[in-house]
């Protein structure tokens, strides 16, 4: 049975906003083993909205040890066809400055000890990822954005993520590097996310919010843990906003997503 449509993965601060009622914890098993944490329901703007801290609510998970396949398989059996993704990035442009937001399209694996698939053991499928994210979905949370006129944030439509391994960070040369290849931003999660939502036939886009430029940048050295915290906890007030207003959107149209289809021609073992 759906119990929600639009699943939201973020920080643990994303569900606390006025306007959510209704609040449900579910614990849901899979056969991934739990996901990062309870998934909290609740109803926004009129629709269902399951959310889950992607981190655990105590931030007790590395990016290296999300239950990326949970999370994913937890909020497809509770019927999500959207996925919103809100995550802290590092910049990788000069005009991509902290507080600004993000709606990458594209994304660059720099992972290395996960598994970012549903199938093997007998399965083998391959699910076109040549447009990894649903553009309609990134649409609506892009004119969400819009729409709220943040003074201080510039919305950057489009951009590649380079999602990296972690817990450290990028090394000079490993940022520059990143540069020439026209990344955008950097963070440890999304790439991942994105892959296992396209195997679950789940539409899925980030909303990258840029606390810090990456240490290419001249400022990186001067920036203070203090700055970062600041700007993870504005960034979090401003996310709430977005994601309010791109659940009100969605509640009036839902759109049509390849993603939804994504396994039509994917699975080459023939299954009984
Ligand atoms: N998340 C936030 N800032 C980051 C950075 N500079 N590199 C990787 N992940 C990040």
């Given at each position: ?124 499928a391959?699910i076109g990822f040549?447009?990894?994210?649903c ?62 939502a396209r195997e679950a036939e789940i539409a ?53 997503s390849e993603a939804h289809s994504a396994l039509k021609y994917a ?6």
């Open positions: 049975m759906t119990q929600a449509k639009i699943g939201i993965i973020g920080g643990s601060g994303l569900y606390q906003m006025e306007a959510l009622t209704d609040l449900e914890e579910v614990l849901v098993e899979t056969p991934f083993g739990s996901p990062s944490d309870l998934i909290i329901l609740g109803t926004l703007e009129g629709m269902r909205v399951a959310f889950l801290a992607r981190h655990g609510r105590d931030h007790k998970l590395l990016p290296s040890e999300l239950p990326y396949r949970a999370n994913i398989y937890a909020m497809k059996s509770l019927g999500v066809e959207y996925i919103i993704s809100a995550s802290a990035v590092g910049s990788l442009k000069s005009e991509v400055k902290p507080l600004d937001m993000v709606i990458p399209d594209q994304f660059i694996d720099r992972t290395k000890t996960r598994i970012s698939t549903f199938f093997g053991d007998g399965i083998v391959h040549g447009h990894p994210v553009n309609q979905l990134a649409a609506v949370v892009g004119d969400a954005i819009s729409a709220l006129n943040f003074p201080e944030v510039t919305l950057h439509r489009g951009g590649t993520y380079i999602c990296m391994e972690g817990p450290a960070f990028s090394t000079q040369a490993e940022s520059n590097l990143y540069r020439s290849w026209g990344g955008t931003v950097i963070g440890m999660t999304n790439l991942t996310e994105a892959k296992l899925y886009a980030t909303l990258a919010l840029v606390t810090d430029y990456d240490c290419w940048h001249p400022d990186h050295d001067h920036v203070t843990v203090d700055l970062v915290i600041d700007n993870l906890k504005h960034n979090a007030v401003n996310a709430q906003k977005v994601i309010q207003e791109t659940v009100k959107r969605l509640s009036q149209n839902m759109p049509e699975i080459l073992t023939p299954l009984a």
